[in-house]
């Protein structure tokens, strides 16, 4: 899906810029075994940042959402639809972008646009256990690494630009890596990265 | 030794014993209670403390679930989620308002206060209560007891999520007194909680009413976790429990249970026990004298008929006994009865009745005669009283044995019954002496009695074909003339009787005069003894005649007395005296010394003179006789020969063998032993030949009517005869006429002393008279 559609759109973005860098980035634990779900994204330092697709969706299947890491443009506007025959709540007290769904079912008619950059954290006022990570970047050029870690970025025009890792369960954030793309560069990056997942935080079958 | 009734002795036995039971079992039951008391309060302690642990965890569990309610609150978490810091303040003091909260904090995940209701001041600092923050961070929610300000909290920590955590809120409980008493309401405990710092133990809160926590707020230090404490007089069982570690110090929580409190279903019990145990000896008690008296109401029953018994009734018949014991005993008490009945008849017979004659005794006599002076004194009669007393009966019963002495005085019992009205009473008073009672005669009346009493004595006694001649002394006293009490008749009438033997009379009224001459006997010892001592005796002698040549060679010494102031006092009225009382031996030696010292003399003068000293029983029985005179013998240089000691046979009557032997011892001396008196008692001639002796003095009852009695004749002549045989000299006394000298003559006597010859003279006019003597044609 997200994955899916991506590279198909930097795809489309190379085809108008000659000079594009596949990004590929790799992001292990201490023991170098790779974690997946990890955000990977890459800031321009040179120019400013296209703007890329800006809409995203964030489902509620089984009292759960999906998915649990999610990352967007500043700008996205995010649609909660709500795959379960019971409502939800579902609200942000996170800086960028507090906001509160009152019970629904089914779509919300509008979708909530997130138009500043940081973390949020989405909860659902009557289900605890609920929760979604959401960063919002002011890039277009983000991934989520797989289960084998690794994370593409598309092609990147050549330039400067700084690199970072985020997981919503990290122990500190990883330093940032500055790169310089262009022919010839390195377009393979690795990050360390190390998680402390929360405590569990109760069971959602009650 | 108290005396008690049996009734009291059972119920008192009984109802101590069930007491020391009772009180014993109290004892035991007591000191098992009291220990398991205090176990009780022990256990109940750490069950207690066990109790208290539990409730506080839940009240913490409670209060952390009502803080993360209250923590889940969407509009509190919006607020502290997207609210500024006064806004934050706000709703933390709004939310804890709900539950009551006495304090709020808000920390961020960072460890750092961003918000505080009790001390704003903190805001910015560091977090205090990490340990807890922790604790509550592994399980999303902690409560602990924290000390704040010298004040106890429960301190509950839960984490805020929005949704995932953004920080903690704290709320704090005041744990005051009030707390404490919900606490005790639950644990039924006294419950104080004691903090511990550096400063020493503290009380944070308590159950214990003011002055017992004053009390141990000074008694509080390092003490041991259970024990005893006394508190304002209040005993407790203590037991300290510790909750929590403080960075201020330890928390504890001092658990108290009141001894009081915990005895109390003791102390009930002990009230309920020493209910039942008075209940118990009130019950036993009236049992106990109920029962009693089942027994000894019938014993009463029986002491009151022994009672009456002692009091002389016999006629009783015991109640029926319905208990088999007490019948058995009313029975014995029956026949014992009739038995003491029978024999009290039979020793009021013993004691009133004289067994040989059945005449009453002196004790029966007296009574009869305090009765008859009683009667008289009434009806102002007059009575007499007859004392009876047989002439040597002594004599007969020694010589004739008791069987006869018994046989003469039952018959002179009979004659005398028969000499008497039927109104008198003749009694038998002791030995030898009768008494009669005259009712209704005057003293002075009674001589016609006293005769015919007398005149009883004339008829001789046969027994056993032997002839018994028994002759008796009477007395007579008369009331109201003589006496006014049996006592004083008796003694009256004794005087007389002994007055009439004295004089020889067969009987004698009594006279108020015999009382001074009985005196005067009394005052005549004294005066006796005086004359032994100041020699005014003296001896007479008077001849004892040969009548075969006619001399007058032989004298018997008789001794006078011639009282200075009552002048010459004849021997009859002082020898029977000096016999009586012992005397007699003072008087027998100072005779024998003068008769001695003068027959001594008249030897000495060549013209020598035998003279013969009368003996009395009591000199009979003296041991030392025999020495005594043969000292004095050798002292005058006076040979033997010339000395005759006369006895009478019944000086010999009294003690035989001792006498035997004074005179065996005299008689080989070399003196001679004359019988005197001989023919008056009872005494054969064959007895006689036994006896040293060597002379028989016949009596001169027999010689005075020798001339105009062929009876006496024949006794006389036969007894000179038989002396003879046996080698006696037989000298005959109380010859006063010649025709009965020349009838001894004729008979063959050997010697004569009578006042055909001469009476008894001093010596001097012996001496004289004995020349005269020899110059007359014999
Ligand atoms: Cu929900």
């Known amino acids: ?179 310089k793309l262009g022919a010839g560069a390195a377009s393979a990056f690795a990050f360390r990265l190390k998680l402390t997942p929360p405590p569990a935080s109760g069971n959602h079958n009650y | 030794m108290r005396i008690r009734s049996l009734t009291s002795r059972i119920v008192v036995f009984f109802t101590s014993l069930l007491a020391l039971v009772l009180v014993a079992t109290f004892v035991l039951v007591s000191v098992a209670n009291l220990r398991i008391s205090r176990q009780n309060a022990a256990h109940e302690l750490v069950t207690g ?91 999303g929610g902690a409560s602990g007891i924290e000390r704040i300000d010298g004040k106890l909290y429960q301190l509950v920590v839960v984490p805020i999520k929005a949704p995932i955590v953004i920080g ?71 037991r300290l429990a510790k909750l929590a570690d403080t960075p201020e110090g330890p928390i504890h929580a001092l658990l108290a249970r009141s001894l009081k409190e915990a005895m109390a279903p003791f102390y009930a019990l002990q009230g309920t026990l020493v209910v039942l145990a008075l209940v118990a000896i009130v019950v036993f008690l009236l049992a106990g004298i109920r029962i009693a008296s089942r027994i000894t109401g019938p014993l009463r029953d029986l002491a009151g008929v022994a009672e009456r018994i002692q009091q002389g009734d016999y006629q009783q018949t015991p109640a029926t006994q319905d208990t088999r014991e007490i019948a058995q005993l009313a029975g014995s008490l029956a026949h014992m009865q009739t038995a003491i009945a029978e024999r009290e008849a039979e020793i009021t017979k013993l004691a009133f009745q004289d067994p040989l004659t059945g005449l009453p005794n002196r004790v029966r006599f007296n009574q009869l005669l305090d009765e008859a002076i009683a009667r008289a004194r009434e009806h102002d009669d007059s009575l007499t009283v007859l004392l009876i007393n047989l002439d040597r009966f002594q004599q007969i019963n020694d010589t004739l044995g008791h069987p006869t002495g018994d046989r003469v005085l039952a018959l002179v019992g009979e004659r005398l019954r028969e000499a008497v009205r039927f109104e008198d009473q003749v009694a038998r008073l002791s030995g030898d002496e009768y008494a009669v009672l005259l009712p209704g005669v005057q003293v002075g009346q009674s001589l016609s009695t006293l005769e015919r009493i007398h005149r009883t004595f004339d008829r001789r006694f046969e027994l056993g074909g032997r002839t018994l001649d028994v002759r008796a002394g009477m007395g007579a006293a008369g009331f109201p003339e003589h ?171 009294e003690d035989p063998s001792r006498a035997l032997d004074v005179l065996n011892r005299l008689r080989a001396l070399g003196l001679s032993l004359a019988i005197d008196d001989y023919g008056t008692g009872y005494s054969s001639l064959a007895y006689i030949r036994r006896l040293p002796v060597t002379e028989l003095k016949i009596d001169r009852a027999f010689v005075i009517e020798l001339a105009h009695n062929d009876g006496d004749a024949q006794i006389v002549q036969s007894t000179i005869d038989l002396g003879h045989r046996l080698g006696l000299k037989v000298v005959a006394e109380g010859v006063e006429d010649q025709p009965t000298v020349a009838i001894l003559a004729r008979m063959g006597c050997d010697r004569i002393q009578g006042y055909v010859f001469g009476k008894p003279m001093p010596a001097d006019a012996f001496v004289r008279w004995q020349q005269e003597h020899a110059a007359s044609p014999a």
Request: net charge negative.
């Open chain 1, 1 to 179: 899906m997200m994955q899916g559609g991506l590279p198909r759109l930097l795809m489309a973005l190379s085809s108008l810029c000659t000079l594009a860098v596949p990004v590929e980035i790799q992001v292990q634990d201490a023991a170098g075994k790779p974690l997946d779900e990890v955000v990977a994204y890459a800031e321009p330092l040179s120019a400013k940042a296209p703007k890329g697709k800006l809409s995203h969706i964030i489902d509620q299947v089984d009292k759960e959402f999906v998915p649990l890491v999610n990352v967007v443009q500043v700008g996205t506007a995010i649609s909660f639809p709500n795959k379960d025959n019971i409502r939800h709540n579902i609200y942000s007290f996170s800086p960028p972008k507090p906001f509160d769904l009152k019970l629904y079912s089914g779509t919300p008619s509008s979708p909530v646009v997130f138009d500043k950059p940081g973390q949020v954290v989405l909860g659902c006022n009557i289900h605890d256990w609920m929760v979604s990570y959401l960063l919002i970047v002011d890039t277009p050029w983000f991934d989520k690494t797989d289960a084998r870690g690794m994370a593409r970025l598309g092609d990147l025009p050549a330039g400067e630009y700084e690199l970072k890792v985020w997981h919503p369960y990290q122990a500190s954030a990883a330093p940032a890596q500055k790169i």
């Open chain 2, 49 to 139: 403390e066990r109790i208290f642990r539990r409730l506080l965890e839940q009240q913490g569990q409670q209060l952390t679930q009502a803080v993360s309610a209250l923590a889940t609150d969407y509009g509190f978490r919006q607020a502290i989620g997207t609210g500024d810091t006064d806004t934050i303040a706000s709703a933390l003091a709004n939310h804890g308002g709900r539950i009551k909260a006495d304090l709020v904090m808000l920390s961020r995940l960072d460890n750092t206060i961003q918000a505080d209701t009790l001390k704003p001041e903190r805001v910015g600092k560091s977090y205090p209560f990490v340990d807890l923050l922790a604790k509550a961070g592994e399980r």
């Open chain 2, 168 to 238: 903690w809120v704290t709320m704090g409980f005041e744990i005051n007194d009030e707390i404490a008493a919900d606490l005790k309401a639950l644990a039924g405990l006294q419950v104080s909680f004691l903090g511990r710092n550096q400063g020493g133990w503290n009380l944070l809160a308590s159950t214990l009413p003011p002055a017992q926590r004053i009390a141990l707020n000074g008694t509080l230090s390092d003490r041991q976790m259970a024990g005893r404490l006394a508190l304002e007089e209040e005993d407790y069982e203590i």
């Open chain 2, 483 to 653: 006496g006014q009490n049996a006592t004083d008749l008796l003694r009256c009438a004794d005087m007389a009787m002994y007055r009439a033997k004295r004089s020889g009379e067969p009987q004698m009224l009594y006279d108020p005069g015999m009382q001074s001459f009985r005196e005067e006997h009394l005052s005549l010892l004294g005066d006796l003894q005086q004359a032994v001592e100041r020699n005014e005796l003296t001896l007479y002698y008077q001849p004892k005649v040969s009548l075969a040549d006619g001399r007058a060679d032989e004298a018997e010494a008789l001794v006078r007395w011639i009282h200075p102031d009552k002048g010459f006092i004849p021997p009859g009225e002082f020898i029977p005296f000096a016999e009586q009382t012992g005397y007699i031996r003072e008087v027998t030696r100072w005779v024998l010394a003068h008769a001695i010292a003068q027959a001594g003399q008249w030897v000495a003068a060549d013209h020598p003179i035998k003279i013969s000293v009368n003996l009395s029983t009591r000199d009979l029985l003296d041991p030392g006789l025999p020495d005594q005179v043969a000292a004095l013998l050798a002292q005058h240089a006076m040979p033997a020969q010339y000395l005759c000691l006369e006895i009478t046979e019944s000086g010999l009557m």
